[in-house]
């Protein structure tokens, strides 16, 4: 098995010495994403809802430009600031992942690069 470093043009850049993506063998393993403008322009600073939609519109983005999706998520693993929002979270989430959710964990955490309210990582099949 070989490990391959996956760019992520349509995802955001990479915010230090890291690749957005991993694959070895069909598995792929994703960075954790937090939300960070696709363009480059820096952190979106805005409510919890604001940024746990980007972070996961980035996961999305990274998971498609190496040949993979959504679907196609085993396991997440989701960082917060604030367990509070974790009803808030949910909400959200069921939206981008729909049904057949991946497994999960969730944990509050005392800080987050940039001050990131939120910050996602997962683990993915690669199809074919």
């Known amino acids: ?7 992520a043009p ?7 010495p890291y690749s957005p993506a991993v694959a070895a063998g069909n598995l792929l393993f994703i960075s954790g994403q937090g939300p960070v403008k ?15 939609r980007l972070t996961l519109s980035n996961v999305k983005a990274v ?9 196609h998520v085993v ?19 069921k939206e981008f992942f729909g049904r057949d959710f991946p497994a999960r964990s969730c944990v509050q955490v005392a800080r987050l690069p940039a001050d990131f309210q939120i910050e996602i990582e997962c683990i993915a099949l690669i199809p074919g």
Do not use: H, Q
């Not at 098995?1 to 760019?7: G, L, N």
């Not at 998971?63 to 679907?71: F, I, Q, T």
């Not at 396991?75 to 989430?93: P, Q």
């Open 38 to 52: 696709p363009d480059g322009s820096g952190v979106l600073k805005g409510t919890f809802e604001e940024e746990a």
């Open 75 to 93: 396991k997440s693993v989701i960082f917060l600031k604030d367990m509070d929002r974790f009803a808030e979270l949910n909400g959200i989430y």
């Open 1 to 7: 098995m070989t490990k391959r470093c996956i760019a």
């Open 10 to 16: 349509s995802g955001p850049p990479a915010m230090g």
């Open 63 to 71: 998971l498609e430009d190496a040949g993979s999706g959504l679907e």
